[in-house]
């Protein structure tokens, strides 16, 4: 494991686990959520609001940096972390995702995928050594190994044609990425929902060794039933004694069902995205902020939570910001989202180490099949 990253379980409840990692800039409690910061903020958040809702580490997002405003630039202006105001860990991904679903004009090869930019046509190519490049100009304390995802729906051969080249692009990541002290690389589990491919993928990657092991390629449409098949196995092939990152995910549900099988850290743009569009993620379920039904509601979004949402102001509040357009409308929510989001994984990490998880989700679900409690 890299010179100043560590991984220590703490407590085990079935496969669930809960521990710390440790970075130089900070320690991350797993089971971890993520925030998603993707062109180095978190929407509608100020730094400092982050950390104040539990988060230990965020998610930069190596292609969109990449474009706008360029890795070169934020190394010139001192690192990712100084540039976002931002001293906690970070994670960056490769950007193998989104170059293969937001660019355009691509051309993929051993050498790498040729795209030109959504923004503004610019030729580019991303390759495992450019990918490395770029997160060690961002400063990044995790990097991820760059990697292939097909776009779906795919063929058991092409799923299976990706996730070899991926395995060979882990190595040259590898290999690229070098020996840098203080900061981690993390290897890419693919192979779709085939087991085979699967166990392909996590004996090449152990062979590799990384410091950290991601399992790639779900949350893409395959559903929660295919996603849990993979998840009731894949953490098993990778080490016991390195961080379990599942890329993506999700939705509360989602995410307690991970825990359950074995993984440690986990990111979406859910709970931003949802600030932005009116829905609030609470005990009891999502809730729409855009129904009439909460105009005259003088109730918070959740009664027990203890956010700057909820403390002080109602449901018509928030209501009538948003169909007023009012940008505070996307600040209270995602501050909203963001802590529920945050105050889940720490019940989590608590139920597992006093034993209790089975309890922990079985209280989950049963509040959220309640569902919303409408005005009197």
Not at 93 to 104: A, E, P, R, Y
Not at 124 to 153: K, N
Not at 178 to 206: C, K, N, W, Y
Request: net charge neutral; glycine share 10%.
């Amino acid at each position: 494991m890299a010179s100043g990253f560590g991984f220590t379980l703490a407590a085990t409840d079935g496969k669930a686990r809960t521990g710390t990692i440790t970075t130089p800039r900070g320690t991350i409690r797993t089971p971890a959520f993520m925030p998603v910061g993707t062109a180095a903020t978190v929407k509608a958040m100020l730094p400092d609001s982050v950390a104040a809702t539990g988060a230990d580490i965020l998610l930069g997002n190596t292609y969109h940096l990449m474009l706008r405003p360029g890795a070169e630039r934020i190394a010139r202006l001192g690192g990712l972390h100084r540039f976002m105001n931002w001293d906690r860990p970070i994670l960056t991904d490769s950007g193998g995702f989104q170059v293969m679903s937001l660019s355009s004009l691509r051309k993929l090869t051993e050498e790498g995928v040729r795209f030109s930019s959504h923004i503004d046509g610019s030729k580019h190519l991303l390759s495992p050594e450019r990918s490395m490049d770029i997160q060690r100009l961002l400063g990044s304390d995790i990097v991820m190994c760059f990697d292939e995802c097909p776009a779906l729906p795919a063929t058991d051969a092409q799923v299976a044609e990706a996730m070899r080249r991926s395995m060979r692009w882990a190595r040259r990541s590898r290999e690229a990425f070098g020996d840098r002290p203080g900061h981690a690389l993390f290897g890419i589990m693919q192979g779709g929902v085939t087991r085979e491919l699967r166990e392909e993928s996590a004996a090449a990657l152990r062979e590799i060794g990384f410091d950290g092991y991601a399992v790639g390629g779900l949350a893409v449409g395959e559903g929660q039933e295919a996603m849990f098949g993979v998840l009731d196995y894949a953490p098993d092939l990778l080490p016991a004694d390195r961080p379990r990152y599942l890329m993506g995910v999700g939705k509360p549900d989602d995410i307690v069902g991970a825990v359950e099988r074995g993984i440690d850290m986990m990111d979406c743009v859910l709970p931003t995205r949802s600030g932005r569009t009116g829905q609030a993620w609470t005990r009891r379920g999502p809730v729409n902020l855009k129904n009439a039904r909460h105009q005259d509601d003088p109730r918070p979004l959740d009664a027990d939570c203890t956010c700057p949402c909820c403390r002080s102001y109602s449901r018509a509040y928030l209501h009538h910001v948003f169909r007023s357009e009012e940008i505070i409308s996307a600040m209270l929510l995602t501050w909203h989202n963001l802590h529920y989001f945050q105050d889940l994984m720490a019940g989590l990490r608590a139920a597992i180490a006093a034993g209790g998880l089975a309890v922990f989700v079985a209280d989950f679900h049963a509040l959220r099949a309640q569902g919303d409690i409408p005005p009197l």
